[in-house]
């Protein structure tokens, strides 16, 4: 990347999200509810908002804050917008309100018939939320789900869906083959602990990144379908001194940084190059349909232009082979094959661990003094 192709001035952003198809993208303000709308072809312009009339957080604590969740239809130029009760429909020709109350989470199915909404109603013991709601839209119909969090991330050669469950001990990483509704797969990876973001997917799909997480700024990346953990490496600094949603993923690992540069990750060679393109910390970063790179920074949002390269659907077939269904009426850990990059764990394997050293995984640390102790 030499160069930048498009830049405007836009309200402070820390979170952008981009349509899956279509050269469009949204950006969350980082101190009210407040989305903007843009056209990120290669002039960028912004061509619609919601919640411009929003008062800011002010005093709230971050996790009490009712920050906007966003969906993108998979086809069509249209974006959910979900902020406490209530759901907002945007697309070119104005926005409506969306009869389904407010979700914590919120995404399309892949086939656009329905809504994934996250978490469904209180059922679990201590009232705790166990199932999502899976909404069909034609009907508005609601069916119980699969209980996921943080959003959905979609392999690009299509086929296949991720998405967290997220514990503050663990956080496991789910997937399904693409449908109206999301179905387990028994292959899955386990992250230490939680505050994870949203996966992404290298534009040719053989390289998933992973941004976390609550205690310390880092990213793991694992080649796919193997799961194998490539990289693995730390961003220093305090949790709150860098960027959230600083990941994007084309053909290279893009890094964004709090001193404004850009980071080039070539995975397969662990080579990184740096780019010094902007004065101020960059906030947001994304890939939009087309493989550029959307970058929000100091009052600008800006598009640069950067390698990609073709999705292989047969990544995507090689996976599928290797890991079945679980049966909707099955305890998922009775099935799951777990992996964190390095070892596997096959249905029963955890039960039986009794020792862990201080180098591992915090939650593995805690499952080996709960097995010990009922022995």
Known sequence: MTRIQSRIPTAPIEQLVCHPNLPLAAGIEPDRPAVHIYDASRNLREIGAVGTNSEEYGEEYPWSRKVPVLAWHPEQPELLVSVGNETVRWSPDGTSELSIGGYRYLAFSPDGQSLWASPGEPEGPFGMCVNSDVIDLGTGAKTSGWLWDTGVARHPAGGLV?????DQGATTVYFS??????????????????????????????????????????VAVFEFPSLCRVLTTSLGGSVQGWPQHNLAFGAQLWIGTPSGSLIELDVERGQAVEHELFGSAISALATTSTGDLLVATGGELALAPVPTAAADPAIVADFLASTTEIPDDAEPRDHLVQTDGVRTWRSGDLDEVTEATPSDPTWLQLQAVLNARRR
């Open 177 to 218: 083959r693409e449908g109206t509704r999301f179905r387990v797969l028994d292959r899955a990876l386990i992250l230490d602990v939680d505050g994870y973001r949203l996966p992404v997917f290298s534009s040719a799909g053989r390289y998933l990144a992973v941004r976390g997480n609550s205690y310390e700024n880092m």
């Open 162 to 166: 991720a998405t967290l469950q997220s």
